[in-house]
Structure formats: structure tokens, C-alpha cells
């Protein structure tokens, strides 16, 4: 490996953060973005009213309903590191854009609610992380109001999911009293003053806590409770490890608010001196390292209409390994044939900004002509593909058809562009073409994203019957027959789009009886996997 490569790889670090809805994910991802510079006014979701939106929400129905329904890339510089945070959507019915942006990231910060502690959300996105051994951190938020102690919350990350805590600083305080943390490798206090004048609005000294009790910013009741509490945890608490860390076995806890922005410099440093370099990446010809002298990455994006003005489409690119030359030629397994890539961006949203060169954990966005699927590999040399990507059997199921029968074409691509970014999966009746597709959906919010972007888009207002079917599944066998496999409205057959057949259900009992009375047959959750 050339000094060059190591040098940049050393500095780089690529993550996502993982999160319940409401437990604070984009306001922390605002205030990172604020402390590395990348913007100088957090638009928090509590300002919305006035107008000022998040940076990493730019769907128009983000910003009306305050949440988070996409993933962005959100790329800044702070201290010597290039950092490339992964924002992924806090709303549950998009887990599986969630479980696909994990797969571009090296670590993770799983954010929870000090009040509400380990919620269902964060448990699924969690067995993911350990599902592909990506290092996870622990940020416990919003101790700017009063929550649960510190030892339950922490109790209850290692009992509920199964990993140990290492605390890396202990909170003195909460709510309104919340004013510092005692760091436990410096062993100081940390204390934080409010400072609204400046747009970070937080002080911060480090000091020894008997110099903390000496200038009244700690009384001798609070230095001796939390003396009392740093001992219990440094004689009963797990040891850090930095291998335990790697290899997602431990994880490093913080404690702190985002939204007052008490607690996360000191975060953001220990994490970035802690999280890893960027990681290498499974693949049909073995592990593929980042010092692998030649390019390669992977697709595990795609979003239409981040331009609306322009109706672009954008394929994101996580770099796995080798440098990304402007201009550079690769090979595409899946196409069997070797494409030019050409004016890549590097993002802040919406922003972007066109770059010459990209190295391991980087990611990139080239414009798409309809040619890229997710988990596309892109490779300099060679001819191998990288670990499948995530894909959900879907649970919500309608029938859609347009308001005007002139505004057809405009529905069909639209559902075309909108399943290709795997917002959707599109399905039609056996044999019976493309008239009134069916749309399966993971989530049901999914739906209302699908005919809010179909309106304000593509101009095409669309109507959503709904199917009473809450089961897929993808069929494998000689003797199934799919002209005769429907059955009273408890089963249907369709075709997705590249004419694999799946069977509906209309429940579990459905799904299961029918297994039961053809054991000759698969039913499988998802596409069978070499045909992805």
C-alpha cells in the first residue's frame, strides 16, 4: 500500500446513526454538521415553523411532517478526518433504506432516548449492526431533561440487546441540572456553561472535579455521589477494549444533548479517534481490502428527483477500495460491460459538489440514466460482485391506477423510477401486463411517500385500492404451477418486474397451510438471491 492510499484511509471515517423515531437523530446529525463546519445555521426540527428545515431533509413531505423518510450523504471535515455521515430515515416503515445504507457504513452511533431507553426500532436496526459486525457506539440523548438514572439505562442496553457498555463519560446531573460529564480515561470534569450568544451555544472547561467543587459548579453532596458512582463502574463495569470495540462485542457509551449541544464535542472526538478506518467488503472473489491497489465499490442507493428542476437521478457509491479517478472506466458484473464514470459529486443534501478524486469510504454520487440497480458492483479490475443488500418481503399491498387515464405514461414511470430506488416493489397479476400494477410496501407510510411523490414529481395523481394481502412470498420449484395456484382470496399469484412468480397471502394461517400442503415448493422472504 502507498503512503498515499494508507495516509488516506488512516483518516477517514464512515458511519450511520441508528435510532427509535423522536429519540433526537436529525438534530444530532445537525449539530455534527455544525461543529465540522459544514453549515452555520441548525435548522432543528423544532424550528420548522419558522421556516428553517433540516439540512439532511429535503423531500418537501420531510419538512412538513418533520421527519426523516430518506437517506442522505452528508460529508464535512473536522480536525484532520474526512468524515462521511450515512443519515438514514428515522421512520420504521423505512427499515429496509436503513439496512441498506448500514451496509455502505464501518460503525454506527446508536442514539437513545434517556427518558424512553432501548426502544423496538433500535433493536432491530441494532441485530442488523451485530448481523454484519459493525462497530456500534452509544450516544444516550436528551439529558437536558430529566430521565432515567444512568446505571438503569445502561443495565438495560446490555441486558435488552446483548452487548457490554463501556461507559467513556458519566453525566453529572440532568434536566436543568445537567452541567457536565466526568470523563473517565482524563479523569476530569468536563463543565458546560450556556452561551447563547455564540452560534455553538456551550462553554466548555475541563477541569479537576476538587477545582470544580472549589468554584461552586459542584457541591460536595455531588462531587462524593458521583466519586461513588465512577468507582462502582471502574471496579464492577466492562474494561475498554479496542478490539472488543472492533469486533462489535463492547460498546463505548456517551452520554449528553444534542439539542442543547451539552456533551457532543467531546462525543464527536472520542468517537472519531475510536470508530475505524474504513473496512474492506465481502465479495464473490473473497475479501476485498481498501489498500487493494485498483478501484471497486458498490452501489447501495438510488434516489430520483434530488433536482426536481432537472428530474435527475442519483446512484450512490460507497468506495471499497483503490482510488476513484474523474473520468475512470469500470466494469459492471451485472451489465457485463465496462461504463465510464464521470462527473461524480460528493453531497451535503442537496448541495453538492463535484470532486476529482475519491478514496476508500468515500462516497460518491454519479448521475443515473436508468442503467444502475442497488448493489451494483463497480470494479477496475476483475469480475466480482459484492454481498447481496437487504430486501424485505413486503406487508402492504394496493392496486393503483391513475386519476386521468392521459397521465398513464407519467404513472408508469414514475412507479418504474420510484421501485428502482426500492421505495417500492411493483408486482402485476400473471400474465395480465402492467394495466393497474400492484404495489407492495414494507411500511404504510410508504404509501403516502409514494403518492406524495407521485403528484408533486411526475404531475400524476394516483388512486390506492387497497388489497387485503399482508404476506409475500417468492416461489421456487419444478412443479409449481402458477395458472392455477390461486385460491379464494386467501392467495394470489403475481410477477414482480423481472417476471419471478410469489404468491400473496392474505394472513399467516393462509401462508402457512399452503406451505403445509405443497412441501414440494420454496416460499421464499425475498427475490431468490442469485437472480438480484
Known sequence: MSAEMEQHIAKRR???????????KTTLTEKLLLLGGAIHLAGSVKARKAKKFATSDWMELEKERGISVTSSVLQFSYKGFAVNLLDTP?????????YRTLSAADAAVMLIDAAKGVEPQTIKLFQVCKLRQIPVFT?????????RAPLELMDEVEKVLGIACCPMNWPLGSGPEFRGLYDMAQKKLVAFRDNREGEF??????????EAEEEGLISAEEKASLQEEVELLEGGGALFSREAVDKAQLSPMYFGSAMTQFGLRPFLDSFLSLAPPPMGRKSTQGWIEPSRKTFSGFIFKIQANMDPSHRDRMAFVRVVSGKYEKGMQAFCPRLQKEVRLTNPSQLMAQERTAVDEAWPGDVLGFYDTGIWHIGDALVEAGDFSFEDLPRFSPEHFVQVRAKNPLKRKQVEKGLKQLSEEGTVQIFERWNMGMKDPIVGAVGELQLEVLKFRMQHEYGADIVLERLHFSRARWVLGEKFEPTSFDWEGNRQTVQDREGRPLVLFRDEWAMEHTQSQHPELMFLPHAPMDTL
Open 14 to 24: 464512515t458511519f450511520a446513526i441508528i435510532s427509535h423515531p423522536d429519540a433526537g
Open 90 to 98: 428515522g421512520h420504521q416503515d423505512f427499515s429496509e433504506d436503513t
Open 139 to 147: 450516544f444516550v440523548n436528551k439529558l437536558d431533561r430529566y430521565g
Open 201 to 210: 451555544g456551550v462553554e466548555e472547561r475541563w477541569m479537576p472535579m476538587g
